[in-house]
């Protein structure tokens, strides 16, 4: 396995395009050198454009300050991602990202 070198945040009000895996696997969000947020998925794609406000992105997302942090900051937030084999595996991998949890602005 091996992440996803780093990409920008695609503006929804620009039609961007989000590469990220349709299969299980966990992402990577920051600005500049400061990490925001982590997470997996069994549907990476899907689950980063619930990383938007409901009206530009999909999905439900408990955490309105992370959605306004990421829309506020588009232009410079980037994001990461590694596709893993299975649903099992992804939650290995967020296990590893929540060791440095401290690092995040949003530890979750």
Same mark, same amino acid.
């Given at each position: 396995?091996?992440?996803?070198?780093?990409? $920008? +945040?695609?503006? *929804?009000?620009?039609? &961007? %395009?989000?590469?990220? *895996?349709? &299969? *299980?696997?966990? /992402?990577?969000?920051?600005?500049?050198?400061?990490? %925001?947020? /982590?997470?997996?998925? %069994?549907?990476?794609?899907?689950?980063?454009?619930? $990383?938007?406000?409901?009206?530009?992105?999909? &999905?439900?997302?408990?955490?309105?300050?992370?959605?306004?942090?990421?829309?506020?900051?588009?232009?410079?937030?980037? /994001?990461?991602?590694?596709?893993?084999?299975?649903?099992?595996?992804?939650?290995?991998?967020?296990?590893?990202?929540? +060791?440095?949890?401290?690092? /995040?602005? +949003? *530890?979750?």
């Amino acid at each position: 396995m091996k992440w996803s070198k780093w990409r $920008l +945040f695609p503006d *929804p009000h620009q039609h &961007g %395009i989000l590469v990220a *895996p349709f &299969g *299980p696997g966990c /992402y990577e969000l920051r600005n500049g050198r400061k990490l %925001i947020l /982590y997470g997996r998925g %069994i549907n990476v794609a899907y689950r980063m454009t619930s $990383l938007l406000p409901e009206k530009l992105g999909r &999905g439900k997302r408990n955490n309105k300050d992370k959605r306004e942090y990421v829309l506020k900051n588009l232009g410079s937030v980037e /994001y990461r991602t590694l596709s893993c084999a299975d649903g099992d595996e992804a939650k290995a991998e967020e296990r590893k990202l929540q +060791f440095e949890r401290k690092k /995040y602005r +949003f *530890p979750q």
